[in-house]
């Protein structure tokens, strides 16, 4: 499964906005005085198209990546619960229709930036802009077809319940793969500060890795982390600890829970995760 772009660095997202800003387009006016002349915007389509595409080059390009994600997720779901032809071709349209909401949705923040003052003196103004689509991107395109994609709804309706149950377990396995590494840091830094028996950590350890949590791709692994931790029913984690484990374990989850909320209401937005209004 191809993972979405990872968040970038303040001095990454800088150099690479200016980067693309040392593209320019001159045009020069009618040699004849007398003509009306309009002067050009500074700051052109293809700006913005370097802005959406980042490292994929080309809008092409970067709209390809997504049809060869939407192929690699429906086969992943077939492996998870086996699909019919009719479920595979439902969901195969509607990861489609997704694909098509973010074209529109592109175009529609095209419209935006023609909206706005594209000469060199309100160069802030469209750097603002660039530096708020480029940020968003990771975030966006990570849900593509996860929370409320058409792909997402569709499968809460056309997944009998069995196959949903093995779909889920299936996509937490695999997040828990991706990000085993980092996972097993975390935890071992919490059974560290709670001074975990072998046999306590074993029993934590398994509540964890088995908790139903809702994993949502493009968020900080670290977040998720924090998540399940916060997560994880009472009446399995209280049995593990002592009283006083379970006094510093329940201030600790209290504190992540407050940090996993200013999580999610700072991540960022862009045009792409609003829909077209038309306009």
Same mark, same amino acid.
Request: with cysteine; glycine share 6%.
């Given at each position: 499964?191809?993972?979405?772009?990872?968040?970038?660095?303040?001095?990454?997202?800088?150099?690479?906005?200016?980067?693309?800003?040392?593209?320019?387009?001159? /045009?020069? @006016?009618?040699?004849?005085?007398?003509? %009306?002349?309009?002067?050009?915007?500074?700051?052109?389509? %293809?700006?913005?198209?370097? +802005?959406?595409?980042?490292?994929?080059?080309?809008?092409? $390009? +970067? *709209?390809?990546?997504?049809?060869?994600?939407?192929?690699?997720?429906?086969? @992943?779901?077939?492996?998870?619960?086996?699909? !019919?032809?009719?479920?595979?071709?439902?969901?195969?349209?509607?990861?489609?229709?997704?694909?098509?909401?973010?074209?529109?949705?592109?175009?529609?923040?095209?419209?935006?930036?023609?909206?706005?003052?594209?000469?060199?003196?309100?160069?802030?103004?469209?750097?603002?802009?660039?530096?708020?689509?480029? !940020?968003?991107?990771?975030?966006?395109?990570?849900?593509?077809?996860?929370?409320?994609?058409?792909?997402?709804?569709?499968?809460?309706?056309?997944?009998?319940?069995?196959?949903?149950? @093995? *779909?889920?377990?299936?996509? $937490?396995? $695999?997040?828990?793969?991706?990000?085993?590494?980092?996972? %097993?840091?975390?935890?071992?830094?919490?059974?560290?500060?709670?001074?975990?028996?072998?046999? &306590?950590?074993?029993?934590?350890?398994?509540?964890?890795?088995?908790?139903?949590?809702?994993?949502?791709?493009?968020?900080?692994?670290? /977040?998720?982390?924090?998540?399940?931790? !916060?997560?994880?029913?009472?009446?399995?984690?209280?049995?593990?600890?002592?009283?006083? &484990?379970?006094?510093? *374990?329940?201030?600790?989850?209290?504190?992540?829970?407050?940090?996993?909320?200013?999580?999610?209401?700072? $991540?960022?937005?862009?045009?792409?995760?609003?829909?077209?209004?038309? !306009?």
């Amino acid at each position: 499964m191809i993972k979405a772009d990872l968040p970038i660095s303040r001095r990454g997202l800088l150099a690479g906005v200016l980067g693309i800003l040392s593209v320019r387009s001159e /045009v020069w @006016a009618d040699d004849d005085d007398d003509a %009306e002349w309009t002067r050009p915007p500074f700051f052109t389509d %293809e700006h913005f198209d370097q +802005w959406v595409a980042g490292d994929a080059g080309s809008l092409d $390009r +970067w *709209y390809h990546q997504f049809e060869v994600r939407l192929i690699q997720e429906i086969d @992943a779901i077939a492996n998870d619960c086996g699909l !019919s032809g009719p479920q595979k071709q439902k969901l195969t349209l509607a990861g489609q229709g997704d694909l098509k909401r973010l074209h529109d949705r592109v175009e529609a923040g095209r419209r935006g930036f023609h909206k706005i003052p594209r000469q060199r003196e309100n160069r802030k103004q469209v750097l603002d802009f660039a530096k708020e689509l480029i !940020s968003s991107r990771p975030f966006i395109l990570a849900e593509l077809f996860d929370g409320g994609s058409i792909l997402a709804k569709s499968l809460a309706k056309t997944l009998t319940p069995k196959q949903l149950e @093995a *779909y889920a377990k299936g996509k $937490r396995e $695999r997040w828990f793969l991706e990000n085993r590494r980092e996972f %097993e840091a975390f935890l071992e830094n919490e059974m560290n500060i709670l001074r975990l028996t072998p046999d &306590q950590r074993k029993s934590l350890v398994g509540s964890f890795a088995n908790a139903s949590i809702p994993l949502e791709r493009g968020t900080e692994p670290r /977040v998720m982390f924090m998540q399940i931790f !916060s997560m994880v029913p009472d009446e399995e984690v209280r049995p593990i600890l002592d009283n006083r &484990q379970w006094t510093l *374990y329940s201030n600790r989850r209290s504190s992540y829970q407050r940090r996993v909320r200013v999580a999610f209401a700072n $991540r960022p937005s862009s045009f792409l995760s609003r829909e077209d209004d038309g !306009s």
